[in-house]
């Protein structure tokens, strides 16, 4: 599933989704890397919870793996506002996560805070968005927001450069 890639690198799949060219660069480089709990909190004041980020393509698959859980089982769809775009009769958008068009690429710290930061391929397949649950706004059900509309954009405001 790899093919040539920006800059000599291959691309690189993670649920069938290509990851975008700077975070593969980052990751191969061992510089994907948690910015800082302040760092996070200027870009998504909502957040509470801490994170980790997934520091490989093999802890987003494993991580991501919890999206179809949550999309099949209905009681955790309707909490997690999770779902499968292609059970749907029309697109979705946000505050629902499509489980077939997305990554996760940091999750919680904390055991049973089930929060996450995701790649969202809704709106760009080479660029996705980036969102975050949200469970402070409404504590009985999550809320997917935008932190960014580029995952380019999330890279300038965390300061974190792929090259």
Same mark, same amino acid.
């Not at 949200?134 to 450069?161: E, K, M, Y």
């Given at each position: 599933?790899?093919?040539?890639?920006?800059?000599?690198?291959?691309?690189?799949?993670?649920?069938?989704?290509?990851?975008?060219?700077?975070?593969?660069? $980052? $990751?191969?480089? @061992?510089?994907?890397? @948690?910015?800082?709990?302040?760092a996070l909190k200027s870009t998504m004041p909502w957040f509470e919870s801490p994170l980790d980020f997934l520091e490989s393509t093999q802890a987003m698959t494993r991580e991501s793996q919890a999206l179809d859980r949550f999309a099949d089982d209905p009681p955790s769809r309707d909490l997690f506002r999770v779902h499968r775009s292609s059970t749907l009769p029309h697109p979705s958008d946000l505050p629902w996560l499509d489980a077939e068009a997305a990554v996760l690429i940091a999750v919680n710290r904390n055991p049973g805070d089930d929060v996450a930061i995701a790649l969202d391929y809704r709106t760009d397949r080479h660029n996705p968005r980036v969102i975050a649950s949200?469970?402070?706004?409404?504590? @009985?059900?999550?809320?997917?927001?935008?932190?960014?509309?580029?995952?380019?954009?999330?890279?300038?405001?965390?300061?974190?450069?792929?090259?």
């Open positions: 599933m790899e093919s040539p890639g920006a800059a000599g690198r291959s691309a690189v799949f993670v649920r069938q989704l290509p990851l975008p060219p700077p975070l593969i660069t $980052l $990751l191969a480089d @061992h510089r994907w890397k @948690h910015p800082g709990d302040d949200d469970f402070w706004t409404d504590p @009985h059900q999550c809320s997917w927001r935008t932190v960014t509309t580029t995952f380019s954009g999330f890279l300038i405001a965390l300061n974190l450069q792929s090259t």
